[in-house]
């Protein structure tokens, strides 16, 4: 089996804009730039904080009731890895003034028809006193 070419700069870029876009989209609270972020699949998976979202029907009613994210929230140890050309992973930690804990935040995106879409998602909060 051969292994993907890692982290090629142009498709990191690529992605690293798609993350970046959707972390604007996240604090401005757009809904539906936020919902085209994702694939629009029945396969389509998002562990949030609160819910489970199976399918994009489910993720876009839990996006229309959403409370919008603290606009003071801050990433922290941004990482993002590139597989070939069109799968790549993003993992981020976050901080926000109302809560004392570190979210986390894990994203599988993967090109298709010449767009970065995220397939799977899982956001969770921890103590920090629990991070190694």
């Given at each position: ?7 090629l ?85 976050f ?11 894990s ?26």
């Open positions: 089996m051969m292994t993907p070419a890692l982290n700069p142009d498709v990191l870029a690529e992605v690293t804009a798609a993350f970046t876009d959707y972390e604007s989209a996240l604090l401005a609270h757009d809904v539906a730039a936020l919902n085209d972020f994702f694939w629009a699949s029945p396969a389509v998976l998002r562990y949030g904080i609160t819910e489970h979202s199976h399918g994009i029907e489910a993720l876009r009613q839990y996006r229309a009731q959403a409370s919008p994210v603290n606009p003071e929230r801050r990433l922290l140890r941004t990482q993002i890895e590139t597989f070939g050309e069109s799968c790549a992973v993003a993992n981020t930690e901080t926000a003034p109302d809560s004392s804990l570190i979210g986390r935040q994203q599988t995106w993967i090109k298709m028809d010449g767009r970065w879409l995220i397939v799977s998602a899982h956001v969770s909060m921890i103590d920090p006193a629990l991070i190694g």
